[in-house]
T-cell receptor
Framework: DAKTTQPNSMESNEEEPVHLPCNHSTISGTDYIHWYRQLPSQGPEYVIHGLTSNVNNRMASLAIAEDRKSSTLILHRATLRDAAVYYCILRGPQGGSEKLVFGKGTKLTVNP | GAGVSQSPRYKVAKRGQDVALRCDPISGHVSLFWYQQALGQGPEFLTYFQNEAQLDKSGLPSDRFFAERPEGSVSTLKIQRTQQEDSAVYLC??????????????FGDGTRLSIL
């Protein structure tokens, strides 16, 4: 499984934008980039995914570098509820068991 | 609608006892996954079902761990002769189908297992 690298922790202020980086220099041409987040005492929650083009949904935006070796999850206005561990995960289109391979993720702290 | 439901929410057992953890996936979801999450770590894959077929059990740490999904809906993860290192949060996830691997996985809130 392709490896991703994320900072261990980041801090933000409420109502400010947050940019969460992820490096995936060994990504293959067919790997999709997925983001999940895990709030305290809850299971992980799907956030967004993309292949090459930038993606937007109601939760966040995903900016993917042109060479696809890195990506950034963007929370446009952080709220206290966005405090969570954010995981960047690569998934191939024909993955054998569809399993998710989690790293340690980035722990986001949001200050009021 | 109802999400993935796991029970019990918390389980305390003495070392050597057997435990059974239940997962009710989202209705109609074909794929079901079990993950184990140690404190401070990301979840780690245990096993995967497509309907009632267990297609991947490569993550099960030992033969004390057994999972089943006999009718293709509810799943049970059983751990026999529990050890202290089995203490973790056990997460269940389901997804709609295997046809598209980019189907998001929907997670339950897990069962926190503590072995004394």
């Amino acid at each position: 499984d392709a490896k991703t690298t994320q900072p261990n922790s980041m801090e933000s202020n409420e109502e400010e934008p947050v940019h969460l980086p992820c490096n995936h220099s060994t990504i293959s041409g067919t790997d999709y980039i997925h983001w999940y987040r895990q709030l305290p005492s809850q299971g992980p929650e799907y956030v967004i995914h993309g292949l090459t083009s930038n993606v937007n949904n109601r939760m966040a935006s995903l900016a993917i570098a042109e060479d696809r070796k890195s990506s950034t999850l963007i929370l446009h206005r952080a709220t206290l509820r966005d405090a969570a561990v954010y995981y960047c995960i690569l998934r191939g289109p024909q993955g054998g068991s569809e399993k998710l391979v989690f790293g340690k993720g980035t722990k986001l702290t949001v200050n009021p | 609608g109802a999400g993935v439901s796991q029970s019990p929410r918390y389980k305390v057992a003495k070392r050597g006892q057997d435990v059974a953890l239940r997962c009710d996936p989202i209705s109609g979801h074909v794929s079901l996954f079990w993950y184990q999450q140690a404190l401070g770590q990301g979840p780690e894959f245990l096993t995967y079902f497509q309907n009632e077929a267990q297609l991947d059990k490569s993550g099960l740490p030992s033969d004390r761990f057994f999972a089943e999904r006999p009718e293709g809906s509810v799943s049970t993860l059983k751990i026999q002769r529990t050890q202290q290192e089995d203490s973790a949060v056990y997460l269940c996830a389901s997804s709609l189908s295997r046809a598209n691997s980019n189907q998001p996985q929907h997670f339950g809130d897990g069962t926190r297992l503590s072995i004394l």
